[in-house]
Structures are given as structure tokens and as C-alpha cells.
């Protein structure tokens, strides 16, 4: 201990007030941030507010894999598990680590089974869990399809074509933002007349998600949609409605029918539980697979060999999405709140704390996926069968974990396979010699290239193709 | 993944969760009573806009905000609640059998060291060094700051006081004198969020305490005997012969000096930046005492200090789940125009401040102190009582006054240098809040 106060105080004042402490740096490198006496590199954890940090976290999440696999951030009063191992544990044990509210969000969604644990949770999640999976999701697929090519059919193209003949679209606009909705609606039993709103409400409350001005709205759409809900109840608990296949066969009631007629510990799920449902069921089905959409395009496009491959090969989709769900995971991760004290990888975490299971940090930990941050779709340690609650981990291979694990496990994980396989197997054949219009494409501000590790940041995917290719 | 066994201590953060039945677990109420309803959503503010950095010098609008809209705000992004109101804030902290306040040595890590500062002993010695070695010490500090080339009022004098003191009660050589204040200065910063400046805080604190074995209380001269025939030490060892060395330091730290240095250093930047503040508080002789309580008042150097909910408790119309970490901002209770008028003002010979020491929910006489939360709930015996000393708060607050007069009676024409933002900061989130640099000039 040699400089004196004096020295500190100055080296500390120059500090207080710095704008920007974290510099952008090229995407793959982290910011130093200091080392400890043993040589370990040091944690800071304001990088997580960083616009540095939103751009680029991998580097930043292999430094807490590598030297702090369990990271105790003392200013947002939180822990952080990274390894894929650790993670996969915590979320097996139902009980020891329940689920918690997610920041602001139970105010928007509601309070849902996300946040519940236990029988409490198996309960509610078997409620409509049931007719996203197995035999009902097999009924389900050709009106996904049919769906999806409704979107396409109907694509009124803004501009004319381009010079060299070639028609520019935005897939978000055009497909992917849309997309998932139309068919959660439709699972949901919702009538086709109040798409519309549906929207509006759908992208209120997600935008209110992050407890910031738009809140607000999210609150208020919230409530809407409660309101609306609460006549469609009235309707059907007096009249059941079906689903039916797309020769008009009945497939099951529709999901809101199932919750108006469902009982939990004796008594009828009241109007707000069934709106929390909803919402939780779009809320969770809506962005997710909109940006697996993306993603994967985006992807393909970036990587014209693999694309080439599985243009010949149809067979190729169910791997090209699993590998974008790992390399770009549209959801972080999940906070979990421990019931009793433990010890982990030498930290003490008491009981009550809570701890942010790194997803996106899980899927590029490289014990288990090699050269995590390369898009692969023909990569041999991943597991891409069907989805298993259990996951799967044989013979070098792994399920990825942007679905989760265990009892929380995404009862959305198969519906959105098909949304995704089938909606791009119908884009493919409306657009077969697509490319990205670099041009228009939002690029990264310091190198300059299009965005290429993607967490859920592709707002836009302009792709341009020959018209009536 | 290894489990706690029951038997093992309290974790840090103090609270012994009632273990849910591994089968089924419990229907946790908390969150269905926790849903925002429209009207109750707290737009007002984002919580990122509560730990950027421009909050270091200058958190009072954003705190206004919570203080006037959401006076417990749950604060996701820090995944904390924050409690802004006078009232609340105090209710909160005096409220031990549902909220656990941790010590400051708990804090910085000295998770096994008892803090003995509260025992008669320990308390004793540190009334001692006020009464006794603060008059030398100060006339040590002006020299200090008269001889000094750059001076500055914090360095110079307010630091060197509270080091100085601190010094004494743990023996420490005068020779190690610059090594003792350097080494203080990481301890004061161990509990930082800032992993580099906490880690660098726990080597100072293992250095100190290894230095602290070493030392012989006797060869470091500092006890005394003072002519009343009472002995009279300064040294803690002496005083409290069965500590250990962290349980010397956690008394030290139990002390609280950051709130003596800290409320020193705001009153002189208050009275250095305002002639009419310093003219008022040199116009009588409580001039400088109350000019000191509205510092403690409207720039306290310990801004917030945290608790845990011991269970889950419904307070402010939220139920608190047990473990929640509660933040309660002196800061903003005592700058809440319920207590206060005109608040935000620095007024030296405030009125409605109460003059006297406060008790129970920090009042006295009908009315509110400005709140020093690092130094506890005010004390419950007489102002002056007979068989201990004056409570820290009165001995902090008499030690904050009496450098402060000594300083400008003997510089009468000091002057900061101009252009010099001097205001009160803090060199990181929640940390001590204080005037860390007062460059002066000491004679027209
Ligand atoms: C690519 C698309 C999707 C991804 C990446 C995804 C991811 C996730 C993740 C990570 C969880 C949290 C698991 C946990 O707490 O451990 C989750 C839960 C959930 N997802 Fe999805 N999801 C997707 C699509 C969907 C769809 C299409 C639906 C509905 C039709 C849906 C409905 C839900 C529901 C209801 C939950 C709560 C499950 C529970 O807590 O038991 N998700 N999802």
C-alpha cells in the first residue's frame, strides 16, 4: 500500500461522472477490467448496463464461465451462472430453485405459471400444455401451413420492383413479426375478427415488459384485453368451441374453452387467471419465434454453403433451427430464486437470492459446444431430435438451452419448431433464390459489418428476390 | 450442488429462510399481491436511471421522484426496494425485529469480528480521544494544512483527524502513519460493489490485521493518565483486553469516523461555498452546531444504508418477501418537505431541525434530525449520562464542531480556490457521500 490518499482520492474522482466507461470494442473482445492480486481477471458489474455489453456479451459471459462460473453482482443484488452443467442442474430442482417474478413483468402478464414451482405449477402448466404438443400439435400443422402462406400470398410489395428486377422486403414486417401470433390466435381460439386488436395489445404489453415509460401502456393493454377476454369467457362457458383440421374435422376445444372449463383445487380459473394464461402463452410465443425466424434467415444467408446444402436437403431445417436457437438465443436466460443456502463453485449464495441462469452463456460454453460462437448447422455435439423435457446429453451430443429444461421447459418448444420449419419452408419456395440487401441491412457500429452474433437484435432483415422467381 | 447444513451461521445476508417442503412447494402469495394494476406502474422512472453515474454528485431529482410517487419502489434492475419518506425510512430502520440492519464490519467482510464499539470500554476510549486528543490532534492538522503546498481542507485536515483518531485507538505507530491512512482508506471502501476496490479493501483489511497482531500496546505510548487520576486510554487493547485483532478493527469501523470525516468535510465545503452561511454560523455560539446538524441534515456522508427483511412483511401496501434487500435513502428522508421546509436549501440556522439530541424515530421536541443511518438508532440514554459517555452521535456531531471552529478561527479569510466543483459525491453508488476535495487558498 504506497500511493497516498491524496493520489487515491484523484484516481477515484476521475471516475465519478465518466459518461462512458466502457468503450465498444471489436465484437468478440471484452473491456479489461482489472485483475486480481492472483492474476484473476476482475468483474465489473456495470458492464451489464452497458450499450457494450448489448452489443457484444459473449466475451464478457466466457470471462465469468472461465474464472467466475457463479458471479455475485453486488450493485444489481444478484448472482449469475453461466456454465451450461450448472444451469442444467438448477433448473432440474424444481424446488430448490423456484422461479420468481420477472422484473416487471407479472404486472403486464399477469401472475402465471411462470412463477410458479412445484405441484402449484404442474397443475396450471397442464392446462393448455396439452394441446401444443403430441397428436394435437400433428392436427395443428397443416393449418400452420396454410397460415403462413396466406401471409405470403397476401404480401402487398410497397415499392416496384428494382431495376435488375429484383423486389425488396422486410421479413419482419412481412412475416415473421406477424407469424406467430396468427397462430398462437388461432390455438388460443381467438375469432379471427379480433386480430386486429390482438395486436395492438400484443405489442403494448411487450413493449411494457421492461418497466420503463411504456409500462404503462403495457398495463393498460393488459387490462384491454382482460376486458375483452372476460365477454369471450361469459361466451363460452355457456358454448364450448373447437378447433377443427383443415377438412373441418374437430381437432380438441380450443384453449380458452379448455381454461373456462377447467377446475383448479376445486374451483374455476377466474377471468384474470385465464387472461394471465393468455397473455403469458402469446407473451412467451410471440417475440420468441419471431426472432427464431429471423435469426435463422439471417443465419442462412450469412452462410450461403450451408444454405446451399439445405436447399437440397429438406430434411436439413429441424438442424438449421436448433443450431440458430443455440448460436442466437432469443431469450437471455431465466432468474430463479434459491430455497435454501448453498455453495456453489466456492460462493455462498443464502437462501432467498436471486440468480440469473445465463441461457445465451449455456449455449456457447464450450465444454460442451466446440467453437460455440460458429453458426454449424451440421455441428456433431448437437443434439437436434425431438424436444425432450429431460434434454438430452448421449454419445457427445446436447440439446441446447434456449428452450430451457426441466418442468419449466418452454410447452411452446414443438409449435414453434413447426412455425419456424414450416413458415420458412413456405418463404423458401416464394423466394427461392432470396439474398440479404446488404445495403438496407442495420450494421454494427464500430466494425461496420452486418450484425452477426445476434442476441435478439435483428429488428430488420431486408432480403430481396427475383419477382415471381 | 452442496446445501448449507442447518447448524452453519447466518448467511450474509442475515436472514434464515424457513425451508419450503422439497415436495410441494408453497404458493408464493407475494407476487400475486405484487401485480401493478394500471395507475400503481411506475413510469415516473426507470431504475437504470437510479445507479448512473451522474447519481454520484447529484441523486435528488430522481430521488424527489420516488419520494413523491413511489415511496417503495421495487426496483427490479438492482432487485431492491427503496424506501424515500422521512417516516418510512425511519419506522423501517428502527424496526430490528423484522428488518436486519448488517454492521459495517459485516459489510466490509468481517463476518466472524464483533463489533464492541456499543460496550462501555470500547465506547469509553473512543470519548476519550474526542475529549482528550482531539484538541491536539486539530492544531496538528492546522499546522498540516498551513505548511502544505496544495492545501485542502479534506486531505489535509479533515482526513488527517479521523485517521488520526482512529490511529490511537489501535495503536498504531506514529512512524506508520502515511501507511495507516492509505491502508484506511481501502478498508473504508471494502464493501464496494466494485470488485477491484473490494478486493483491494480485503487486502488492506488483512494487512491491518496482521499488523494489528503484531503490535505491543505498551510500546506504542499512547496510554495516558490524566490528572484527575482516572487513567484514561486511547487504546482500544487496552481498554478491551479480550478482542481479538478483527474484533479491534470492527469497532474501529463501528465507530462510524467516514460519518465525522464526511460531515466535516460537507460542513466546511457548505460554509466555504456560502460567506453567509459561514457568517451565520460564526455569529453566535450555537452557530456552529446547528450550521453542523443541518449539514448532517441536507448532505449526510452516509447516503443509504441497506436492510433485509428477516420475513416476509407487509409494509407501505407491499408484502416484502423474506430476503428483500430494502434500501433506505438518507439522502432523500431528509430532504422530504413533510419534515423540512424548503428542503433542498442549506439554511445554517434551519429551524426546523430539532436541536437536541434525537430520540426513537429521530426526533426531539416535535421535530426531525436529518439522518445519519451510518451511526445507528439514536441512543436511549440521557444526553449526559453518568455511568457511560455521551452517545457517538453526540460525540461525532461535538468533534465535527470543534474542528470546524478551530479551522475557521484560524484561517479567517480561507477561501476555496475558484472554479472548483466541490461539491458532495460519491466515488461510487451507495458509497459515502462526501466533499472529497477542498483546494483553498488560507489568507487573502
Ligand atoms: C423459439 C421460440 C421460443 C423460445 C426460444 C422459447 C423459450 C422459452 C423459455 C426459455 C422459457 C422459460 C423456461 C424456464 O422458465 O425455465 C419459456 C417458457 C414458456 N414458453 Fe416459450 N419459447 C418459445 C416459443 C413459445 C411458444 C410458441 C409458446 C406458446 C405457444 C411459448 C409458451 C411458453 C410458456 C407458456 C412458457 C412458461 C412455461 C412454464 O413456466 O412452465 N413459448 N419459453
Known sequence: MTESPEALRDQALLNVGATSKFAPLPLGEAADMGQA?????????????????????????????????????????????????????????????????????SGVLGNTQLELSGVEHRRRRNLYGQHLVGKSLTHRVPSIKRLAREMIDNWSIESAPGSDGRTTIELGAAFANEFPIRVVCEVLGFPPEARGDFYYWYNSMMSGLGGSATHKQGVEARQHLEDYVGQLVAERRVT?????????????????????????????????????????????????????????????????????????????????????????????????????????????????????????????????????????????????????????????????????????????????????????????????????????????????????????????????????? | MARKPADQPLPSNGVAITRRSTQNSAYRTYEVHQRERVGQSTEKIKPIALIRDDQLVSPFDNLAILREHYPCYRDWLGNAYWLTRFEDVTSVFADRANFRVPTRAE???????????????????WANLIDNALPNIISDALKNLRSSDKPDVTIDYTLYITTELQRLALDIPEQQRDWFSTTLWHIQRADSWQVEVAERGTA????????????????????????????????????????????????????????????????????????NARSTARSNNQGFKIACLETLRHAPPVPTVHCYARHEVERFGRLLPEGALIRLSALAANRDPQQF????????????????EARGQFRADGLATGLSLGMGLPSKHPAEPEDRPRSLYALTRDAIVRSATALFDEFEDITLQADHDSRPRSLAMFEAHIAWSLPVKLRN
Open chain 2, 204 to 275: 488492506a483489511i488483512e494487512e491491518l490485521i496482521a499488523q494489528l497482531s503484531n503490535v505491543n500496546p505498551s510500546s506504542a505510548g499512547v496510554s495516558n493518565t490524566a490528572t484527575d487520576k482516572l487513567p484514561i486510554t486511547y487504546s482500544l487493547r487496552t481498554a478491551c483486553p479480550a478482542a481479538t485483532p478483527e474484533d479491534l478493527l470492527a469497532t474501529v469501523l463501528g465507530f462510524e469516523a467516514r460519518t465525522l470525516h464526511g460531515g466535516l468535510a460537507n460542513l466546511c465545503q457548505a460554509l466555504l461555498a456560502d460567506d
Open chain 2, 107 to 125: 459489510n466490509c467482510g468481517l463476518t466472524q469480528a464483533s463489533d464492541t464499539s456499543a460496550s462501555i470500554p470500547a465506547h469509553t476510549v
Open chain 2, 341 to 356: 421546509d424548503c428542503p433542498n436549501e442549506f439554511l445554517a440556522n434551519r429551524s426546523d431541525i430539532c436541536h437536541r
Open chain 1, 240 to 469: 364450448p368451441t373447437w378447433l377443427h383440421d383443415d377438412d373441418g374435422n374437430p381437432i380438441s376445444k380450443d384453449i380458452i374453452t379448455k381454461l373456462c372449463e377447467t377446475k383448479v383445487d376445486g374451483d374455476y380459473l377466474s377471468t384474470e387467471e385465464i387472461t394471465s394464461n393468455i397473455a403469458l402463452v402469446v407473451g412467451g410465443g410471440g417475440e420468441t419465434t419471431r426472432g427464431a425466424i429471423m435469426h435463422l434467415w439471417y443465419l442462412l444467408l450469412t452462410h450461403p454453403e450451408q444454405f446451399a446444402a439445405l436447399k437440397n436437403d429438406d430434411s436439413l431445417w429441424d438442424q438449421a433451427f436448433h443450431e440458430t436457437l443455440r448460436h442466437s438465443t432469443p431469450i437471455g436466460g431465466q432468474p430463479r430464486h434459491n430455497t435454501h443456502d448453498l455453495s456453489l463453485h466456492g460462493v455462498d449464495i443464502p437462501a432467498g437470492s436471486l440468480i440469473n441462469m445465463v441461457d445465451f452463456s449455456a449455449n456457447h460454453d464450450e465444454r460442451i459446444f466446440s467453437e460455440p460462437e460458429a453458426f454449424n448447422i451440421f455441428r456433431d455435439d448437437l443434439y437436434s431430435g425431438k424436444i425432450l423435457r429431460s434434454g438430452y446429453a448421449k454419445e457427445g451430443r446436447c440439446s441446447h438451452m434456449a428452450f430451457g429444461v426441466g418442468p419449466h421447459l418452454c410447452p411452446g418448444a414443438w409449435i414453434s419448431q413447426q412455425e419456424a420449419v414450416e413458415g420458412s419452408k413456405a418463404l423458401l419456395a416464394a423466394m427461392p433464390d432470396v439474398a440479404l440487401d446488404l445495403d438496407k441491412m442495420q450494421r454494427d457500429s464500430i466494425s461496420g459489418e452486418p450484425r452477426d452474433i445476434g442476441i435478439s437484435s435483428i429488428r430488420e432483415l431486408w432480403l430481396t428476390f427475383a419477382d415471381g422467381s
Open chain 1, 37 to 105: 492480486a492472483d492474476g484473476t481477471p476482475l468483474f465489473d458489474p456495470q458492464i451489464f448496463d452497458s450499450s457494450e455489453f448489448a452489443r457484444n456479451p459473449y466475451p464478457y459471459y466466457r470471462l465469468l464461465r472461465d474464472h467466475h462460473p457463479v458471479y455475485h453482482d453486488k450493485l444489481h443484488n444478484a448472482y449469475y451462472v453461466t456454465r451450461f452443467a450448472d444451469i442444467t442442474e438448477c433448473y432440474f430442482d424444481d424446488a430448490g430453485f423456484n422461479t420468481i417474478p420477472k422484473g416487471s413483468s
